[in-house]
């Protein structure tokens, strides 16, 4: 069973779409929490970043742990072309350097 | 522009060949990293590397032998590669090599074996 479970799509939704991006993971020592963006032939760029469980929201971007369920998420209000991409889940312990990532889900928002 | 730059862009060598990837970050940062990127698998951590001192090797094949001459320099040396090394190498930097320092990725080197 992989550490962290993430559907790699494709997903193509319409411009101006809501987006839910999810991450399932088996190890409850997972404390810190990260999305990242990778844009064709470019390498990951972090997006958002939360501690524990809540939310987090930066502009069309909430990112939403849930620690009981060992399930996290990514919603992007009101989608634009430019958004389309591969959307990596990655989380980590509190201690170590080892940060585990998802496999990826490839996105595109069609205009 | 990405403040970690990764040469070169693209790489093909042969099985017998002996080549080096080369990562330069301007960041200032004391932690550099090696990923390997495959299709369909998530990010496969490498190596890691604080103030130029190896800290983490994740059971790499001897094939592969990094090297950081300082805090802004990683080359990763590649000799008698398989063609299922073939993969996007990665690059990245943190200010420290702990869990709440996040990752700055270069765009990755190409490789492919033949």
């Known amino acids: 069973q992989k550490e962290v479970e993430q559907d790699p799509g494709p997903l193509s939704v319409p411009e101006g779409a809501i987006v839910s991006l999810n991450c399932t993971y088996s190890?409850?020592?997972?404390?810190?929490f990260m999305w990242y963006r990778q844009y064709s032939r470019k390498g990951p760029e972090l997006l958002m970043y939360?501690?524990?469980?809540g939310n987090k929201e930066d502009g069309r971007f909430t990112a939403q742990v849930d620690k009981s369920s060992k399930y996290i998420s990514l919603f992007i209000r009101d989608s634009q072309p430019s958004d389309s991409a591969t959307y990596l889940c990655?989380?980590?312990?509190?201690?170590?350097?080892?940060?585990?990532f998802g496999e990826g889900t490839q996105l595109t928002v069609n205009p | 522009e990405t403040g970690v730059t990764q040469t070169p862009r693209h790489l093909v060598m042969g099985m017998t060949n002996k080549k080096s990837l080369k990562c330069e970050q301007h960041?200032?940062?004391?932690?550099m990293y090696w990923y390997k990127q495959s299709a369909k698998k998530p990010l496969e951590l490498m190596f890691v590397?604080?103030?130029?001192?190896?800290?983490e090797n994740n059971s790499v094949p001897s094939r592969f032998s990094p090297e950081c001459p300082n805090s802004s320099h990683l080359f990763l040396h590649l000799h008698t590669l398989q063609p299922e090394d073939s993969a996007l190498y990665l690059c990245?930097?943190?200010?420290?090599?702990?869990?709440?320092?996040?990752?700055?990725f270069g765009n990755g080197t190409r490789l492919t074996v033949t």
């Open positions: 990245a930097s943190s200010q420290t090599e702990n869990y709440n320092s996040p990752l700055h």
């Open positions: 190890n409850s020592a997972f404390q810190y």
């Open positions: 939360t501690y524990s469980s």
């Open positions: 990655a989380m980590k312990e509190t201690s170590g350097s080892r940060l585990t």
């Open positions: 960041l200032g940062h004391n932690a």
């Open positions: 590397y604080s103030l130029e001192e190896r800290v």
